[in-house]
Structure formats: C-alpha cells, structure tokens
C-alpha cells in the first residue's frame, strides 16, 4: 500500500506537469484551480519523499553533480542578490527543485525507473497529442478561445510555439525508445503514431525545433550507417535537399499566412547554412539587451532569475547573469561531462540519452526556462541513472 501511495505522490505531479494541466485547467476553469493543482503537486510531491527512504536503493553519482549546481547557484546568487538590489527568490523558484528532489530518490529503485520511463513518454504523447488538436480546431491556450482565423503556430499547451516543438521531440524521442515492436501491426501503429507527433512538431514552424528533429534522427540511427544502408543515407540526403531547394522556390504559391512562409523560408536557409539569411526572432537582440549586466557582474551576477526578469532567452548566459562566471563554468562542465559519460556507454540506449542531451542544449541556446521547467529537469535526473546505471551494467533502462 505504501508503495502505491508513493507512485502516485510521483507519478502523477510529474505527469500533469510535462503537459501543463495546471494551464489547460486555468484556460477552462480559472486560475484559482490552477494554483490548487499546483500546490496540489507540491504537496504530493512533500510526502512521497517523506514516504520513499524504505524505496531508495542506490542513487546516481552522476546525478548528484546537480545537487552541488544549485547549493552553488543559490549560494552566488542570493549574495549577488544583496549586492545588486535585485530580488526574485520565490516560492516558484523553488518548483524544480522540489520535482528535482523527488526524482532523484524515487527513481533510484530500478521499477520505479521504469514506471517513470512510461509516464514521462504517456505525457509527452498527451502534449503532442493536444498540440495537434489544438491547432487543427484553431484553439489557443493563451486567450482559452477559439479563434475564426488560423493560427499562424500551434502553440500547444505551454502556448508557446517552441516549448510545444521541444515538447514534440521529447514525445518522438522517448515513445521510439520505449516501444520496441517486432510485429507488423504493431510496426505500423508505432510508425503512425511518430508520423503523429512529427507533425505536432511541424504545426509549432519552430526552426529550432525542425532542425533539432533532423540532428536527432542522425543520432538515434547512427549506429545503423554502415554498409548499404550508409549509401541509402546519402541518396535520402540528396533527395532530401533536392526537395527543400524545389521547396525554397515554391513555398510562396502555398496557402499559408505571411509568418508561416517566412518561418518556412527561414528552416531552408538553415537545412541549406545559408546563415547569413536565417532570421533569429530578435534573439540576438535580447542577448545585447543581457550581455551589458553580465559583464557588469560578471563574477557573482545580478541575483536569483534575474535573466528570467530581463527575458534573455538564453539558459546559458541566463546562469552566468543570476550567479556569476564560476556557476556558467561548472553548468557547462555538468553538460559536457553528461555527454562524455553517454558516449562512452556500451549500451545502444547511449544514442537515446545523446538526443535528449543534445535536443536540451540546443534549446537552452533560445529558451530561459529549460532548467526552471519541473518536467525538463527531471529529465536530467533521468539521464543521470541512465548513465550510471548502465555504466554498472543494469539492464534495467534498456
């Protein structure tokens, strides 16, 4: 009985956080059930861990590198803090922590692993899902409306374009990984399902997005490029190109709104590198707008979320403007240390962790939330055992 409380403490808070529930109830029903679903969460959250020590079996060494990130970022930040004037400690700073504590404990027990494997591949699959729907019914989350135009992008349920993309991969990456048929039949619906989700991923026109998609398929295949099917590759790749320049030269005799052909136009450039012509969606403009604070403060930052605050969109300066140069650097050795350890795994799960790691990264380059997000950090928890686990020759994230 207590192990079946302690699933639901967990298992369900991390399920309605990956596709926002708090949100879809807030559209439907108010903000006053959003806020109880999420002190609800919390709360679930607060007594699995007081529930789960008789769980706990062994946890992850790798893992625990980010227990010492945030005494360290917290410690430089809040000093930052009291230096610089700025204060943005809250109780919502504090969510991913909390999600990132339980996880860390409770899949340290090898089944709870793998029930929290299946959870975080069903609720991606709903958020792909609604991003689908959402959009085919011209439904937008942000207002809670339908509206009677397009939508120029689905933002799904983060209203968001490129969280719903980020979102999509995730779905597409963790749904392949999970279920592994040999039947036709079962090939066929596991196949219409990816189709599903690649074109949940294509509705968002998130350039980020698309082209993280195509690194990603790279990677999970790697380990099939030998032989004739290497020679299969290339002749996709020139078909490929040969479609996306026919596309590059029709595009504007499509029916689609004046974003939606430019966001169009500015994957080519990119699929093609030409660079020079890829539109940054200001991006680049919010950087100048941070950098001035960085390097006002550039060795122990400005204070807790302050990049949040002044909306850089980039996770990595966003650590370097709240806590200073000394935290950007161990972030950074965190990241290249995950990718050191997946590479050198034995297990073909490593192409898995290498996509998600690598999927994270390119996101954390256009997105401020990546690590303030409770149903992304734990997913570097996840990638923690996976590393370790397999490292000890476990079988059980395979």
Partial sequence: MQRIVVYICFLWPVFNSCFYFQNIMSAFY?????????????????????????????TS?????????????????????????????????MIPIIYFVASYFFISNKIHLKYFFIVL???????????????????????????????????????????????SIMAFLFFDRLFRPKKIYSKIIKWSILIMIFYSLFLTFSTTGLFTFVICLVITNFKNFTGLRLVLLLIIFVIFYISIFLLKSEVHSFNLSDAQTDKITNIINLLT?????????????LIEHIMPYILENPIVGNGVEFSIFMRGHNTFLGVWADSGVFLFLFFIFILLYLFSKLIKLKSDIKYFGISVLTTLCI?????????????????????GYIIDNNSNNYESTN
């Fill in 363 to 383: 996101f954390m380059m256009s997105l401020q939330s990546v690590i303030n997000q409770p149903y992304l950090i734990v997913i570097f928890v996840l990638l």
């Fill in 30 to 58: 108010g903000d006053s059930y959003a806020r109880l679903i999420a002190y609800s969460n919390l709360g679930l959250l607060l007594i699995g861990i007081s529930l789960s020590r008789v769980f706990i079996v062994e």
């Fill in 61 to 93: 060494k790798t893992a625990r590198l980010w227990f010492i990130y945030y005494l360290g970022y917290f410690a430089m930040a809040i000093l930052a803090s009291g230096i610089s004037g700025f204060s943005g400690l809250s109780m919502v700073t």
């Fill in 273 to 285: 590198f030409e660079l020079d012509k890829v539109d940054n969606s200001g991006r680049g403009e």
């Fill in 121 to 167: 591949t069903l609720a991606f699959l709903v958020s792909a899902f609604l991003t689908l729907i959402f959009q085919i019914n011209n439904f937008s989350l942000s207002t809670g409306d339908v509206h009677h135009y397009e939508l120029d992008r689905a933002g799904g349920v983060y209203s968001d374009a490129n969280n719903a993309a980020l979102a």
